[in-house]
Nanobody, 126 residues
Framework: QLVETGGGLVQSGESLTLSCEAP????IGWFRQAPGKEREGVSC????????YYVDSVKGRFTISRDIAKNTVYLQMNSLKPEDTAVYYC?????????????????????????WGQGTLVAVSS
């Protein structure tokens, strides 16, 4: 049900915008998984109150947004770094809890989400 597009190969410092076609669930989250590493949350957006959250590693560089008419959520990624290289997934959750765990919003914890896309590869060369 979720389809991510927009991945590709870019050089360090360049930008990419990922798109996620998703129904209007309560929360949409973006996650990524680098080779040999666990999946990590990147950002999320709430359809209820437009709450948006970014993890520290992407804050100030990534921007999440939503086009309700198109049922699409975007992740604008600027100033990309080689360490941003990963497969990026969007996920939808109907019952994402609000609050913090370890100082991090629960909306970027993968266990809060029910539906996942197939992923799109972002590769950043130095």
């Amino acid at each position: 049900q979720l389809v991510e597009t927009g991945g590709g190969l870019v050089q360090s410092g360049e930008s990419l915008t990922l798109s996620c076609e998703a129904p209007n669930y309560y929360y949409i989250g973006w996650f990524r998984q680098a080779p040999g590493k666990e999946r990590e949350g990147v950002s999320c957006i709430s359809s209820l109150n437009d709450f948006r959250y970014y993890v520290d590693s992407v804050k100030g560089r990534f921007t999440i947004s939503r086009d309700i008419a198109k049922n699409t959520v975007y992740l604008q990624m600027n100033s990309l770094k080689p360490e941003d290289t990963a497969v990026y997934y969007c996920a939808a959750g109907a019952f994402v809890r609000e609050g913090l765990q370890g100082g991090v919003s629960l909306c970027v914890f993968s266990g809060e989400y029910d539906y996942w896309g197939q992923g799109t590869l972002v590769a950043v060369s130095s």
